[in-house]
């Protein structure tokens, strides 16, 4: 069973748009922070955005201005809208959440690829 499971990811042409969602299980219980990783072909992954379950948000520099980071709790789920992609933005998302005992899940992964 999927702890994290997400969607949205695919093909944009630069300068469009994509949302991607992750949802949490039931299994996962008090979850307090939510977020979003990318790793790009031969990198490190990377932090795009974090929400606090306060909704406080903290965005990597690369992506402040363009990108959206929510969360619906009564979902329990949190959205990453991505507007004005770039060919840099080609990476695999991951979504990430940390529960309030500490214990951290992360998502199977999700495309996202623009074309120039």
């Known amino acids: 069973q999927l702890q994290l499971a997400e969607s949205g990811g695919g093909l944009v042409q630069a300068g469009g748009s994509l949302r991607l969602s992750c949802a949490a299980s039931?299994?996962?219980?008090?979850?307090?922070?939510m977020g979003w990783y990318r790793q790009a072909p031969g990198k490190q992954r990377e932090l795009v955005a974090t929400?606090?379950?306060?909704?406080?948000?903290n965005y990597a520099d690369s992506v402040k201005g363009r990108f959206t980071i929510s969360r619906d709790n009564a979902k329990r789920t949190t959205y990453l809208q991505m507007n004005s992609l770039k060919p840099e933005d080609t990476a695999v998302y991951y979504c990430?959440?940390?529960?309030?005992?500490?214990?951290?899940?992360w998502g199977q992964g999700t495309q996202v690829t623009v074309s120039s």
């Open positions: 039931e299994s996962i219980f008090s979850i307090n922070v």
């Open positions: 990430r959440m940390w529960a309030l005992n500490l214990n951290n899940y």
């Open positions: 929400i606090s379950s306060g909704g406080s948000t």
